[in-house]
């Protein structure tokens, strides 16, 4: 992006957390990075650039309730993609059969029997339901916050507990970089200090030295 100057309107960061249940189950327990940690990347990696204010940030991966939806914009994303809560109001019961055709509650599936499972007008008003209240109760938590909106969140409005006695904001927690950090060479901590100075436009092997016997 700083080499030819062609930025993407919007990165979308899918944690771990997500999944569907038609993939691999190695993957769903193994592979993928937890959302908050690749959120931060993507966000303080933008920062550092001088270019997070004119690309958006979205951010998915088992986002159900109106809090998981306030903590993941305090961390830094624009928005949020949810499934997982709409899946279960549409009467998903995580069967992990999806790719398989045989849904046994007509969600994911083409079998014209099985999808008699899903009564539709039954089903179309309890996804209504979930999302006007989870908004209205992502309302209530931006107005307790004192604010206006909720693109106003940031981490110091999130409060962690980190020990039996003992509480601290997500801001004191998580590093965040100011404008141009990396363009400046203040990496602040050791992921980027390692790999920011050996990142290529041109490979994604560090230094061309990497390669599969």
């Given at each position: 992006m700083l080499e030819t100057g062609?930025?993407?309107?919007?990165?979308?960061?899918?944690?771990a957390e997500g999944g569907t249940g038609?993939?691999?189950?190695?993957f769903t327990d193994h592979v993928g990075v937890p959302l908050q940690e690749g959120l931060l990347l993507v966000h303080n990696t933008l920062v550092g650039i001088g270019?997070?204010?004119?690309?958006?940030?979205?951010?998915?991966g088992k986002m159900i309730t109106?809090?998981?939806?306030?903590?993941?914009?305090?961390?830094?994303?624009?928005?949020?993609?949810?499934?997982?809560?709409?899946?279960?109001?549409v009467g998903c019961i995580q069967a992990q059969t999806c790719h398989t055709g045989r849904c046994p509650t007509g969600v994911a599936t083409q079998?014209?029997?099985?999808?008699?499972?899903?009564?539709?007008?039954?089903?179309?008003?309890?996804?209504?339901?979930?999302?006007?209240?989870?908004?209205?109760?992502l309302k209530e938590i931006v107005?307790?916050?004192?604010?206006?909106?909720?693109a106003e969140l940031r981490a110091h409005h999130i409060v962690r507990r980190v020990s039996s006695h003992e509480v601290q904001l997500m801001s004191e927690l998580l590093k965040y970089?100011?404008?141009?950090?990396?363009?400046?060479?203040?990496?602040r901590y050791s992921l980027y200090e390692k790999w920011w100075p050996v990142a290529r436009s041109d490979s994604f092997s560090p230094k061309g030295e990497l390669a599969v016997a």
């Amino acid at each position: 992006m700083l080499e030819t100057g062609i930025l993407p309107d919007f990165i979308v960061v899918d944690g771990a957390e997500g999944g569907t249940g038609a993939a691999p189950l190695e993957f769903t327990d193994h592979v993928g990075v937890p959302l908050q940690e690749g959120l931060l990347l993507v966000h303080n990696t933008l920062v550092g650039i001088g270019l997070r204010q004119r690309i958006r940030i979205g951010a998915s991966g088992k986002m159900i309730t109106a809090f998981d939806i306030t903590k993941t914009l305090a961390i830094g994303a624009d928005w949020v993609n949810a499934a997982r809560g709409f899946m279960f109001a549409v009467g998903c019961i995580q069967a992990q059969t999806c790719h398989t055709g045989r849904c046994p509650t007509g969600v994911a599936t083409q079998d014209p029997v099985r999808q008699r499972a899903l009564v539709v007008p039954d089903k179309a008003d309890r996804v209504f339901n979930f999302h006007h209240n989870t908004l209205h109760a992502l309302k209530e938590i931006v107005q307790a916050a004192g604010l206006k909106h909720p693109a106003e969140l940031r981490a110091h409005h999130i409060v962690r507990r980190v020990s039996s006695h003992e509480v601290q904001l997500m801001s004191e927690l998580l590093k965040y970089f100011e404008p141009n950090d990396l363009l400046k060479g203040n990496y602040r901590y050791s992921l980027y200090e390692k790999w920011w100075p050996v990142a290529r436009s041109d490979s994604f092997s560090p230094k061309g030295e990497l390669a599969v016997a």
